[in-house]
C-alpha cells in the first residue's frame, strides 16, 4: 500500500511533481512493482488527481472514503475488508524503494515464529551532524534486539558524553505491519507523545506494541521540500 496525500505542509502537490519524465508518486509505484515482492500493489489517496494518475498508467488505486490525519489510518481503512496478512506501507515520497530493503522487512515476519513482532520498519545509519540534529529528520533508538525504543525529531540519544560509542539512526518511514496492529492503531486515539512529535509510529510504541528495526544502508531521497526534489533527479541521473 502506498498512501498518498494530495496536500502536503512542507511541499503542497510533491507527488505530482516531475522526476526526469515522471510525476513523483508514479515513480514509487512502479518501483514497488518492479520489485516482484507483493500480491497486489495500491495507491490509496485521498485526491482524484493521483487516482487518475496511477489508473491512467495501468495501475491499481483506491480513493480514501473520510479523511485521515496519517498514512497509517489511510491503509488501516483500505485493508479493512481485505484478505491479507502482512501489509507494507511504502511511502509516496520515496522513489527510491528498493528491492533488498523491502524484502528484509517481510523476512522479519517470516522468521517471527512466536509472533512478537507487530510491525517492522528501516533505518539508516546516520553521521552528518546538520542531518542529525534537523528535526524533518526522524531518528530512532533501538534496545539490543532492534525493537523501537523511540522516535523523534530531536537528536537522541542526546551528546552529553561523546566517543562513547553511540550511533544515530534515520527512521524511513517504511513498514511492514501485521493486519491486526494496523487495524488497531486505527481505532486508537492519539496520545500526547505523538501528537506532540507529530510521528505516526509513535502511537504504537505508547499502546504496547513492539516494533522490529531493520538496518539498511540504502538511503535514496525522500521528497519533502523542492530542494529533496532537485536531489532526487541528480541521484536519479
Known sequence: MIPARYSATRFPGKLMQDLNGKTVILRTYQATMATNLFDAVFVVTDSEIIFNEITSNG???IMSIKEH???SDRIAEAVQNLDVDIVVNVQGDEPFTEVDSLKKLIDVFKKDEANQVDLASLMVHITNEEEIKNPNTVKVIVDQSNFALYFSRSPIPYPRAINVGAKYYKHKGVYAFRKQALLDFY???????EASEKIECIRYLEYGKRIKMVETDVEGVEIDTPEDLE???KLWK
Not at 481505532?187 to 507523545?193: A, D, E, G, R, Y
Open 187 to 193: 481505532t486508537l486515539p492519539m496520545l500526547p507523545l
Open 69 to 71: 490525519e496519517c498514512g
Open 59 to 61: 495501475g491499481k488505486a
Open 231 to 233: 536531489r532526487a533527479k
